[in-house]
């Protein structure tokens, strides 16, 4: 939540760290969307460094507020499972894809 503060009005965005849908910590990143108040992007350097680490999922903030319904575009950015923090409201939404595909090519697990 700290970070999606730090961050607003911008869109913030992370790495969830743990196992299977146990999150253990997190780690924050840039956002280098060329539009950060609109959405989110990944440096994918930055992202590289932390793969072996137990990545599970993806964070990222709705600075506009709206709660926790993703958009078709937090559909697509790969990840089965992710949180929505809403900085407005103090809120974390857990949520999975609502796509049949995920990642690299696995069904998301139900």
């Known amino acids: 939540m700290e970070h999606a503060r730090r961050c607003f009005p911008e869109e913030c965005v992370g790495l969830l760290i743990g ?6 910590n997190f780690i924050p990143l840039s956002n ?13 350097a930055e992202v590289a460094l932390h793969l072996g680490k137990g990545v599970v999922g993806l964070y990222h ?24 923090v809403d900085p407005l409201n103090g809120k974390i939404y857990e949520t999975r894809r609502r796509m049949n595909k995920c990642g690299r090519g696995e069904s998301c697990p139900e």
């Open 19 to 24: 196992e299977g849908d146990e999150v253990f």
């Open 32 to 44: 280098v969307h060329p539009a950060p108040r609109q959405g989110f992007a990944l440096a994918e």
């Open 61 to 84: 903030s709705h600075p506009g507020g709206g709660g926790g319904e993703p958009s078709v575009l937090d559909d697509l950015a790969g990840f089965c499972f992710y949180w929505i």
